[in-house]
């Protein structure tokens, strides 16, 4: 019941956050505008709406989702609820991969795939590095301290190579990494975050008991005939992947792993086979507002969505850490 009521708030969201920006247009109107593109005969606001507008926000849509099924999975392999690909580093190694690629001059070889290629490296190194660091029985503070280390470590190393750079359009385009836009999200790039994000449900659906079973601890799930170190090194894979699509296309998007997953499973259930469908509903919700707010708050001008999402999440995850170690 739940589940139905946030696809349908996520298909009304759609529609309205498309027709919110610099030019708005009234949701009744959204389908006559569409008569008119498909017939030909747009007018300049259906135009922005199709050509322009629609493509972000579904691609809005579907990075929410994936960020939040990385969270999701992070936190069930991590066996710690502050786990996000965000505070871990993972994000800040990915930027750096593409940022590397793109100072370098190698932005264009192979149609483009080589951001995606360094953003890749970039993440399953950050992520690699911190799971090496932390330990697999790591507690949530040496985790995080771990994590925020890594994230300085490669965050440097994306300024350093900011700072290097001569030509003036590569650090204007590697600047687009450390805030995280959607700016210029076109249709051409919605197959890639689909294909990624249906890759992420498959994986997660897959391996949903296994997930389930990691909730009861590593030695319960190893006595239960569980491959830990097999499903860790297949998990950190294709966080990492997702992670470095997601990066290469719209930069870097905190805290949005951090917090959905925790929602979900206020919402839904723990088991995996449930926690999943609310993740990525409420991912893509969340996304999708932010993306709208950030055309809207000073419009004409946007606001990075990255620094949206870093208000809103900050504030939360210090409440987490509050709240539950808060104690210790």
């Not at 990075?63 to 999975?73: D, N, Q």
């Not at 998990?235 to 917090?259: D, K």
């Amino acid at each position: 019941m739940r589940g139905g009521l946030l696809l349908v708030l996520l298909l009304l969201s759609i529609i309205v956050a498309a027709g919110v920006g610099a030019v708005s247009v009234a949701p009744d109107d959204i389908v006559a505008k569409g008569m008119s593109y498909a017939f030909g005969t747009p007018d300049k606001e259906a135009r922005i709406l199709f050509s322009i507008r629609l493509p972000r926000v579904l691609f809005a849509a579907v990075t929410g989702a994936t960020l939040a099924l990385v969270g999701l999975l992070m936190q069930t392999i991590a066996q710690n609820d502050l786990a996000d690909p965000y505070l871990l580093g993972v994000s800040s190694g990915a930027s750096a991969g593409a940022v590397f690629v793109i100072v370098s001059g190698m932005a264009g070889l192979f149609g483009g795939f080589m951001t995606y290629a360094g953003a890749f490296l970039g993440a399953a190194l950050a992520t690699l590095l911190v799971v090496r660091f932390a330990g697999g029985g790591a507690s949530s503070v040496r985790l995080v301290l771990m994590g925020t280390g890594i994230a300085a470590l490669f965050s440097a190393v994306t300024m350093m190579l900011v700072y290097g750079a001569k030509d003036e359009a590569q650090v204007r385009s590697a600047m687009f990494w450390l805030l995280g836009s959607l700016t210029g999200i076109g249709w051409r790039a919605l197959p890639i975050a689909v294909f990624v994000c249906v890759l992420l449900l498959f994986y997660l659906w897959r391996q949903r008991h296994a997930l389930d079973l990691l909730l009861l601890g590593r030695k319960e799930a190893r006595h239960l005939g569980l491959s830990v170190a097999s499903l860790q090194n297949s998990a950190v894979l294709i966080a990492s992947l997702a992670v470095a699509v997601t990066v290469a296309l719209s930069g870097l998007i905190g805290f949005v792993g951090l917090v959905v997953p925790h929602i979900a499973r206020r919402l839904g259930e723990t088991r995996h086979a449930v926690a999943l469908w609310f993740a990525a509903l409420l991912g893509a919700l969340t996304l999708v507002w932010a993306d709208a707010i950030s055309r809207t708050i000073f419009r004409p001008e946007e606001v990075p969505i990255g620094i949206l999402t870093a208000l809103v999440g900050a504030p939360v995850f210090l409440w987490i850490v509050a709240k539950r170690y808060g104690r210790d």
